[in-house]
């Protein structure tokens, strides 16, 4: 048997194509078969439609779902409100994160280094449901972010917040902006670290030799650094974008169910049945982020991750 195996490696070591193809099958078949397969069962049942009489889908080629997706001023309303939102935490995740990687990339020695990677990746290892229930206790009105703004006496301005269409709410645990607040916590990890790794990958000879030449620290920042971590800041962007633009546990424990396109797909998919409809609201993120990793790819945001 030993012998047989080793002729069987011998074999692969001299065809690098066949072993690389053996070595990739069970991926590619997990890739294919259950990712892509589902989008494209997903992007076919879009084309179906629900009869109005019966509730039963008739699979039959048809743009009703996408008639009816688009027609309604509400869906628009839907569709903007997500990505808006998605675009504001990716926008605070960018400018918080930065300062923090910047320090870990520079600054941080080798023992500080570790502790402030496990600061980071600790509250990834806790249940993602832990910690939004634990965001809505703490923006509750007997919270502790509550007691400490009635300490600062800063009430009022919270009051006069939340009474804003675009923060309302009756409360910051349900508003637009305790979703924010949540987005930005829950999915900070996942720019910090990117924009990290691009900052490491900047030689020190660069920077020496632009303080060489003459340039101040913030010229040096503005046009060595920067440029270079952009795509970075790009590819931790994909990461922010997509994933508060197809989340909907969020918006349905910190917000109204109905205002996000996951609750949207969740509640045309099981409350109301118009499958075909949810499938059409579930290929518009894809479209969104089909053209945002087109632009992505054109900033080099693979190439820093």
Not at 164 to 188: A, E, K, N
Not at 239 to 247: A, E
């Amino acid at each position: 048997m030993t012998a047989l195996l080793n002729r069987f490696f011998v074999f692969l070591f001299y065809r690098k194509t066949l072993a690389l193809f053996l070595l990739l099958s069970p991926l590619l078949l997990w890739l294919g078969i259950v990712y892509l397969g589902s989008l494209f069962t997903l992007l076919i049942q879009s084309f179906f439609s629900v009869d109005s009489f019966s509730g039963v889908i008739k699979k039959e080629f048809t743009l009703e779902s996408y008639y009816d997706l688009f027609r309604l001023s509400t869906n628009w309303d839907i569709i903007f409100r997500t990505a808006g939102m998605a675009f504001s935490v990716t926008l605070m995740s960018g400018i918080i994160a930065f300062p923090i990687a910047y320090y870990m990339a520079m600054y941080a020695g080798p023992k500080l280094k570790p502790v402030l990677y496990l600061g980071v990746m600790l509250p990834l290892w806790s249940s993602y449901l832990v910690k939004v229930y634990a965001w809505k206790l703490l923006m509750a009105k007997e919270g502790i972010i509550t007691w400490f703004l009635e300490r600062l006496h800063l009430m009022s301005v919270l009051d006069y917040a939340l009474s804003l269409p675009v923060i309302g709410g009756s409360s910051l645990s349900f508003s637009y902006l305790g979703m924010f607040l949540v987005f930005v916590y829950i999915w900070l990890p996942y720019m910090i670290l990117p924009v990290q790794a691009s900052l490491e990958r900047i030689p020190k000879s660069l920077l020496e030799a632009s303080s060489d030449l003459g340039a101040s620290p913030f010229s040096t920042f503005r046009k060595v650094i920067l440029p270079l971590a952009f795509p970075g800041v790009v590819a931790g962007s994909i990461f922010t974008f997509s994933l508060t633009l197809g989340d909907y546990i969020i918006p349905t424990i910190i917000g109204n169910s109905s205002y996000f396109i996951g609750m949207a797909v969740y509640t045309h998919q099981g409350t109301a049945g118009n499958i075909p409809l949810a499938a059409a609201f579930s290929v518009v993120p894809i479209v969104i982020m089909m053209i945002y990793l087109t632009i992505a790819k054109r900033l080099g945001a693979f190439d820093a991750l």
